[in-house]
């Protein structure tokens, strides 16, 4: 399996712009997760996933940012506007349920500059 | 709510010599424990699990941990650490309350490997 797979690796943008991270999840997981990682704030979880329905998205900073998951293979997260304080590396991690023993499985991560 | 606290930012150690990261944890439910490791430029792996059973756990590259229900920790160690082990750890705890997997992540250990 290739793993879980993110797009753009990097990002520079220019504050007021919109951004859009990708994430497709591992063939057959049916959770996925969105974190933020920051020297500041470290890893947090934004929004996560099972079978295609949000769950909990009570860590989305406002409402700048939303997510979708229009199939079991893909997702996004949009930023828009953008603003400074929101560079940062984002992941993408799938799972597959398993009386929440399961490994989440990263992927390599979007960092976003917004300058 | 549960929470996951690690109490040291940064470990500095010798090459050879032992190590221990420690994660202290706080759940009202049964919960699932893990270590997680990222390398530099790369998403979070899976060291190891505690799930039920033995409370002392091994992982891969030689790290174990051990879970302590009284004390609520799950202290990472390795008996003689490589350079290669230069990385950010990072202690998390999953429960299964309600049905739906939830991931809490600390705010991570930075381990500095000194030859």
């Known amino acids: 399996d290739a793993g879980v797979i993110q797009s753009p690796r990097h990002e520079v943008t220019e504050m007021g712009q919109e951004v859009t991270l990708r994430c497709k999840p591992i063939s057959g997981h049916d959770y996925l997760f969105w974190y933020r990682q920051t020297m500041m704030r470290g890893l947090e979880l934004l929004i996560y996933f099972n079978n295609n329905v949000p769950i909990d998205d009570s860590g989305m900073p406002e409402d700048r940012f939303s997510a979708k998951m229009p199939n079991a293979s893909f997702s996004t997260l949009k930023i828009q506007p953008s603003e400074p304080r929101d560079s940062a590396v984002y992941f993408c991690?799938?799972?597959?349920?398993?009386?929440?023993?399961?490994?989440?499985?990263f992927g390599e991560g979007s960092r976003l500059t917004v300058l | 709510a549960q929470s996951v606290t690690q109490l040291d930012s940064q470990v500095p150690v010798f090459e050879e010599a032992p190590v221990e990261l420690r994660c202290n944890y706080s759940?009202?439910?049964?919960?699932?424990l893990f270590w997680y490791v990222q390398y530099p430029n790369q998403g979070l792996q899976l060291l190891l699990k505690?799930?039920?059973?033995?409370?002392l756990v091994k992982g891969i590259n030689g790290f174990e941990a051990e879970f302590n229900k009284s004390q609520t920790s799950f202290h990472l160690r390795k008996p003689s650490v490589h350079i290669s082990d230069t990385a950010e750890y990072f202690c998390?705890?999953?429960?299964?309350?309600?049905?739906?997997?939830?991931?809490?992540f600390g705010t991570g250990t930075k381990l500095q490997v000194i030859p």
């Open positions: 998390a705890v999953s429960d299964h309350s309600g049905g739906y997997q939830k991931v809490t």
């Open positions: 991690a799938s799972s597959l349920w398993v009386g929440a023993s399961g490994e989440l499985f």
């Open positions: 759940s009202s439910v049964s919960v699932y």
């Open positions: 505690y799930l039920s059973g033995s409370t």
